[in-house]
Each structure stands twice: as C-alpha cells, then as structure tokens.
C-alpha cells in the first residue's frame, strides 16, 4: 500500500485566494483525520469522518474552512478566503476502525499564505 | 491549556547516554500513543498503550503507561543519532474519538 497520500506537498499562495489539500486515505481504512501543525500549537484536530460522515468538526477553526469526503478514497480541505494565519503544515491521517488503533500520516502539505 | 503537557521540550545528548520524556495530563486516557515525527513528514506510530501500569518495550525504547491512565513515559537507553526527531504522545478520551496530541519533546542526538 501507498500509505496516505497529501497533495500538494507544498502550497504557497496569495492572502484572499482559495486553497484546496487534497488526501487518499488507506484503502481500508474507515477514519480519516484532517490535522493542523504549528509550532505555537503543535498538532490541532480539525475535523475527522467515520465512513466519509462528518464526525466532529469543532475544531475547524471558522466558516472559511471546509471539508469534504466524496467517497472512501478522497478528501479535500478547503480554505476560502485564506489568510497569513492559515499559514501551517496540514496532515491528513487514516484509522482502520474503533478502539485504539493508531493513525497512519500522511506526508503533509505546508501551506504559506503571504 | 494544553490537554496533554510533553517534558521536556528539548532535549540535546550525546550518543550512549539514556533519557526519559514525560507525557502528562489530569484527564483519563483509554489509551496513549507514542509517535516519532522527522522533519518534512508526518509522525509515525512507536506503540499504543491501553492499561494502566502497562509496560512495553520496542528495542532500546520502553513506554510505560501510568497506573491511572493519566501519563506515560518514553525511556531510550543508549540513545543514537538515529533517534533524533519529535517524540509526540497522543491521546483517546474514549475508544473511537480523535486522538489528542501532546506539543512533543524535539530530541536532538550527536555522535
């Protein structure tokens, strides 16, 4: 297996314009995650789904963020209109059912909004 | 308020010498996880840990999770410079929710 795989890998784009990370989940896996890391706040849950549903999305940090899960193999984190606070490295990750079984990480995509 | 308190932030070592990063909170786990992130890549899954004075041991590395499910441990004996990284825990309130991370320990190992 590929493992999770994030696209694109690196982003960097103008304040106001529209941002779209795009994720393959493990086949198999039923759990996808979408995170957010920064240095000043380490790794923040944005939003994760059981069977491509929206489980909790608390974490998403205002209206101009969204995310989708068309289908068990896609994902996408959009941010509309992006701003230089945005700026972070975001990771999708996968699970395979409940319990305490742990994440598989994708690579990451580390977006800069200037 | 961090859910999850990581000690110590850093940490820089020689090659040989032993460690041991905390992983602290006043909340109950169903379980902890460790993971080891290097840099431009996203963390990597060390070990889960689900009952409380539970001890486990991957090679040179040994996890121990807290009678009351509270914290755990990472101990390193005869650290390498391979082992460098950030060391995160990670946690589930309950089965089946979102695990909550730690800020990490940033290890750095020279030969």
């Known amino acids: 297996d590929a493992g999770v795989i994030q696209s694109p890998r690196h982003e960097v784009t103008e304040m106001g314009q529209e941002v779209t990370l795009r994720c393959k989940p493990i086949?198999?896996?039923?759990?996808l995650f979408w995170y957010r890391q920064t240095m000043m706040r380490g790794l923040e849950l944005l939003i994760y789904?059981?069977?491509?549903?929206?489980?909790?999305d608390s974490g998403m940090p205002e209206d101009r963020f969204s995310a989708k899960m068309p289908n068990a193999s896609f994902s996408t984190l959009k941010i509309q209109p992006s701003e230089p606070r945005d700026s972070a490295v975001y990771f999708c990750?996968?699970?395979?059912?409940?319990?305490?079984?742990?994440?598989?990480f994708g690579s990451g995509t580390r977006l800069t909004v200037v | 308020t961090q859910l999850l308190e990581q000690s110590p932030q850093f940490l820089s070592i020689q090659e040989g010498e032993n460690l041991t990063v905390y992983c602290n909170s006043s909340?109950?786990?169903?379980?902890l996880q460790w993971y080891r992130q290097e840099p431009g890549e996203g963390p990597v899954l060390l070990v889960t840990?689900?009952?409380?004075?539970e001890v486990k041991k991957l090679k040179r590395l040994t996890f121990q999770f807290g009678d009351a499910r509270k914290d755990s441990s990472l101990h390193i004996t005869a650290a390498q410079p391979g082992d460098t990284g950030l060391y995160l825990c990670?946690?589930?309130?309950?089965?089946?929710?979102?695990?909550?991370f730690g800020k990490g320990t940033t290890l750095s190992v020279s030969s």
């Open positions: 789904f059981n069977n491509n549903v929206p489980i909790d």
């Open positions: 840990v689900v009952t409380g004075g």
């Open positions: 990750a996968s699970s395979v059912g409940k319990g305490n079984y742990g994440y598989t």
């Open positions: 990670a946690g589930a309130r309950q089965a089946g929710t979102a695990l909550i």
């Open positions: 086949s198999g896996h039923d759990y």
């Open positions: 909340s109950v786990f169903s379980s």
